[in-house]
């Protein structure tokens, strides 16, 4: 089974400057790596994706996420933070389950979440 | 926000009772899936569901169960409800099983058991 490790709890990052989420990954086969945010008492918003393709992948929101094959890392960056950023991010990656269709059963893993503060 | 809504937001219940949570999925995706979130962790992969067939499932028993309708939307299903049930429960669509364009979260359903 796949899984991701995201080794920070928390996050705090001063207002204006740059934050780095950090995420690694375990798979076998290619990566399918996800991002999302979840904001007080809300669902899941996508933020961006790697499938293949390009080792820096831009986003949602002016994040982007940093495919590294060799560390096995996917970190979530921003040059410059904002409050507004302050929540709950979470790392995830495909994972292929049973399936009954035979078509396969494509659903997410995530990692536990890392909480992010930017102080004003 | 995405096109995919979920009800109740909000929900208590006794220990031992049954409930149902519903999801409308976002216009054109043909496959939902439901996720588990409990308090401080991530979301937990319950089960998938694909042209009405259920379509895997995570370590979840067999109390847990879901519908798919031909408009797409979908039920969970919790029966004999124990206090570790308390969650937000949150309800993913996609265009397909593919997954390669990922999954499409609603708002969830924060289910308080007591």
């Known amino acids: 089974a796949q899984s991701v490790a995201q080794p920070e709890d928390q996050v705090n990052v001063a207002e204006g400057n740059p934050l780095t989420v950090k995420c690694t990954y375990s798979v076998s086969g290619n990566p399918y790596l996800f991002w999302y945010v979840q904001y007080p008492n809300r669902g899941l918003q996508f933020l961006l994706k790697y499938i293949t393709g390009d080792n820096l992948v831009k986003g949602s929101y002016g994040f982007e996420a940093e495919f590294n094959k060799s560390q096995t890392s996917f970190h979530l960056k921003k040059p410059s933070a904002l409050v507004s950023d302050s929540a709950l991010y979470f790392c995830?990656?495909?994972?292929?389950?049973?399936?009954?269709?035979?078509?396969?059963?494509?659903?997410?893993?995530f990692g536990k979440g890392t909480k992010l503060s930017v102080i004003p | 926000e995405t096109g995919v809504t979920q009800s109740p937001t909000h929900l208590i219940k006794t220990r031992g009772q049954q409930v149902t949570l519903r999801c409308s999925s976002q216009s054109g995706h043909n496959t939902v899936s439901w996720y588990q979130q409990a308090l401080g962790q991530g979301p937990q992969f319950i089960f998938q569901?694909?042209?009405?067939?259920?379509?895997g499932r995570g370590n979840f028993p067999p109390r847990f169960s879901g519908l798919q309708f031909p408009n797409y939307s979908s039920e969970l299903n919790v029966n004999a409800l124990e206090l570790d049930d308390s969650a937000l429960y949150l309800c993913?669509?996609?265009?397909?099983?593919?997954?390669?364009?990922?999954?499409?979260f609603g708002p969830g359903t924060r289910l308080t058991v007591t």
């Open positions: 995830a990656v495909r994972d292929v389950g049973v399936a009954y269709s035979g078509a396969g059963s494509y659903q997410l893993t």
């Open positions: 993913a669509s996609s265009p397909g099983l593919a997954g390669g364009r990922g999954q499409y």
């Open positions: 569901y694909y042209r009405e067939e259920e379509n």
